[in-house]
Nanobody
Framework: QLLLVESGGGLVQPGGSLRLSCTAS????????VGWFRQVSEKEREGISC????????NYADSVKGRFTISRDNTRITAFLQMNSLKPEDTGNYFC??????????????WGQGTQVTVSS
């Protein structure tokens, strides 16, 4: 079972950028799709983006298209979410999740603990 740790969150002004990292330990992300999710307070966790392992195909929520970019690096243990042009409504706790088999879908097998992103002036 992989353990996931998110990092890179923080306080940023509107219009600013952050890059979130999701780093796995105990194995590689080779056979997993990786998704990023956002949760605000007690609301339901919202899917933001996902990247397939098999073909590298990505998808994004409409609210972040054109501003966020998901990627994986050559170390095989880290995925990223580059967030540009941040808005106050992007504020939330960001989680990464992994799905065995490599294709993005609605259910995920493992989650990190999250990293808080606050967009405020």
């Amino acid at each position: 079972q992989l353990l996931l740790v998110e990092s890179g969150g923080g306080l940023v002004q509107p219009g600013g950028s952050l890059r979130l990292s999701c780093t796995a330990s105990g194995g590689t992300l080779d056979t997993y799709a990786v998704g990023w999710f956002r949760q605000v307070s007690e609301k339901e966790r919202e899917g933001i983006s996902c990247i397939n392992n098999s073909d590298g195909r990505t998808n994004y929520a409409d609210s972040v298209k054109g501003r966020f970019t998901i990627s994986r690096d050559n170390t095989r243990i880290t995925a990223f979410l580059q967030m540009n042009s941040l808005k106050p409504e992007d504020t939330g706790n960001y989680f990464c999740g992994i799905r065995f088999g490599g294709l993005c879908d609605d259910s995920y097998d493992s989650w990190g603990q999250g990293t808080q992103v606050t967009v405020s002036s």
